[in-house]
T-cell receptor, first 111, second 112 residues
Framework: GENVEQHPSTLSVQEGDSAVIKCTYS??????FPWYKQELGKGPQLIID?????GEKKDQRIAVTLNKTAKHFSLHITETQPEDSAVYFC??????????FGQGTRLTINP | EAGVVQSPRYKIIEKKQPVAFWCNPI?????LYWYRQNLGQGPELLIR????????DSQLPKDRFSAERLKGVDSTLKIQPAELGDSAVYLC??????????FGQGTRLTVV
């Protein structure tokens, strides 16, 4: 079945610096890759997504890149702020709408 | 537009007791998911519905877990009897077919 590997598991950056989280997936048929942010006590919140016909997508300080050949995709957060501190999950759609998640990255922004 | 609504937010029960969780998806979303999230881990799919049909329940422990989505709108997930290892956050999500999945706040279950 589909497997999504995410790293690092924890990431600490200074406020204003950039943060990068990387994921790899196993099923070359995967065609949709969302990223979720989860704050304590809340459900995952969709922050950005990318489809396999696009190599990069940007939304203000957040960007996602996709390398289909290598089966890698990454989340980039620039000019990080304290409110970016949360757990981030990558995911991949496998088969018909089966959403498989990575293990999560706990991001801490240090003031 | 209202998001995915789940209830209750928290539930504490003794082992061997039954428990049920309720989910109301976003209006117009025909795909509904139930996920379980253990502490420090990513969500894991339990069951996925397309309208009222369960199209993927391969990860649902069918000896004690059951789910239904009557009329293809809201859904109920039940555990009977609950075990200590069932303590987790149960998340419901919904999407349009091929669209992005949106999650509810989850139900935190503690089995004592």
């Amino acid at each position: 079945g589909e497997n999504v590997e995410q790293h690092p598991s924890t990431l600490s950056v200074q406020e204003g610096d950039s943060a990068v989280i990387k994921c790899t997936y196993s099923d070359s048929a995967s065609n949709y890759f969302p990223w979720y942010k989860q704050e304590l006590g809340k459900g995952p919140q969709l922050i950005i997504d990318i489809r396999s016909n696009v190599g990069e997508k940007k939304d203000q300080r957040i960007a996602v890149t996709l390398n289909k050949t290598a089966k890698h995709f990454s989340l980039h957060i620039t000019e990080t702020q304290p409110e970016d501190s949360a757990v981030y999950f990558c995911a991949a759609i496998w088969g018909a709408q089966k959403l498989v998640f990575g293990q999560g990255t706990r991001l801490t922004i240090n003031p | 537009e209202a998001g995915v609504v789940q209830s209750p937010r928290y539930k504490i029960i003794e082992k061997k007791q039954p428990v049920a969780f309720w989910c109301n998806p976003i209006s117009g979303h025909n795909t509904l998911y139930w996920y379980r999230q253990n502490l420090g881990q990513g969500p894991e799919l339990l069951i996925r519905y397309e309208n009222e049909e369960a199209v993927d329940d391969s990860q649902l422990p069918k000896d004690r877990f059951s789910a239904e989505r009557l009329k293809g709108v809201d859904s109920t997930l039940k555990i009977q009897p609950a075990e200590l290892g069932d303590s987790a956050v149960y998340l419901c999500a919904s999407s349009q077919t091929g669209g992005s999945a949106f999650f509810g706040q989850g139900t935190r279950l503690t089995v004592v």
